[in-house]
């Protein structure tokens, strides 16, 4: 299990490989002394942004086939679903005002501002070398591993789907909730179909509905930086960003797993193997 400072690669045993490859890029919670120090947020709170406990719930992506790699570095550290470019001028010194960017605005650029509920992380400001220094020491290596992930993926394969693993607060649910309209269990995300094919999605979302989660898509998160980057329907290649709405699995004021965890994961793990099953799955390797 190739492992590092900055991630955690779980590949899959040989034989049986599948063109599916899961990232969870904002499960890390690593959080150096050093950092929480710094941070104006006690323990609980600088871990509200945190998608607590979601490579868990894939973690039997390998058995089926497909690697998984997890962050360590948590996204209040380091954004790995923002491009290296994304700089706040709020938070890092230096930075120049640029066209108008939602998510830097918000204070969710690749070094973030807030964590959730916009609480601020810090008091002042980062210098430009320990930001820059972030992005070469998490954000490069995570996505140079995912990237050679991929391409060998479509290389041997002719195709390759990657699942963006993500949870999601229940009020990003509640709060969009309409008359008699049931709350989604999970968003799926492909940036409104430009970032996967329509038959890949179609069976994403099938996985999900036939294990009886209530299913919606692109709202109100239709997909990150990850996403957008890697998803290149035209080249074979497919991006689903999945959003799991946290109260199904977890406190999210304390920060920790329901009772019933275990139940809830393996239910996440047969879609998995669903997921693993998805169009070419079966197909053995390209001859070398």
């Known amino acids: 299990m190739p492992d590092t400072d900055t991630y955690h690669l779980t590949l899959p045993e040989t034989g049986g490989r599948v063109p599916v490859v899961f990232s969870s890029p904002h499960s890390g919670r690593n959080y150096a002394e050093a950092f929480v120090h ?3 947020l006690d323990d609980l709170a600088i871990r509200s ?23 360590k570095a948590p996204r209040a550290f380091v954004d790995l679903n923002r491009a290296a470019d994304e700089l706040d001028p709020a938070v890092i010194e230096g930075v120049q005002r640029a066209p108008h960017n939602p998510r830097i605005a918000s204070g969710l650029g690749v070094i973030p501002r807030v964590v959730s509920q916009a609480q601020p992380i ?25 990237r050679s992930l ?11 789907l990657l699942i963006d693993c993500h949870s999601m607060p229940h009020e ?6 309409r008359h008699n309209i049931p709350l989604a269990d999970v968003v799926l995300g492909d940036r ?5 094919g329509q038959a890949q999605m179609e069976q994403v979302e099938e996985a999900f509905r036939t294990a009886g989660l209530r299913v919606s898509r692109n709202a109100p998160f239709a997909g990150g930086y990850i996403t ?15 959003e799991i709405d946290r109260a199904l699995y977890m406190d999210e004021a304390r920060i920790e797993k329901r009772a019933d965890f275990q139940e809830f994961a393996a239910l ?7 997921l693993c099953r998805i169009d070419g799955t079966a197909l053995p390797l390209a001859a070398e």
Request: charged residues 20%.
């Open 122 to 146: 810090y008091t002042g400001k980062l210098t430009m070398a320990e930001a820059q220094n972030r992005i070469a020491a998490y954000w490069a290596p995570y996505h140079a591993q995912l």
């Open 172 to 177: 990003a649910i509640t709060g969009r909730a």
């Open 268 to 274: 996440i793990q047969r879609i998995v193997a669903d």
């Open 192 to 196: 409104f179909g430009a970032a996967c």
């Open 228 to 242: 957008q980057a890697y998803g290149r329907p035209a080249k074979n290649q497919h991006a689903i960003q999945i």
């Open 150 to 160: 991929m391409d060998a993926t479509r290389a041997d394969f002719g195709t390759a």
């Open 38 to 40: 710094r941070s104006r």
């Open 49 to 71: 942004s945190e998608d607590a406990f979601v490579e868990e719930l894939f973690s039997a992506a390998p058995i089926h086939g497909a690697p998984l790699i997890a962050a």
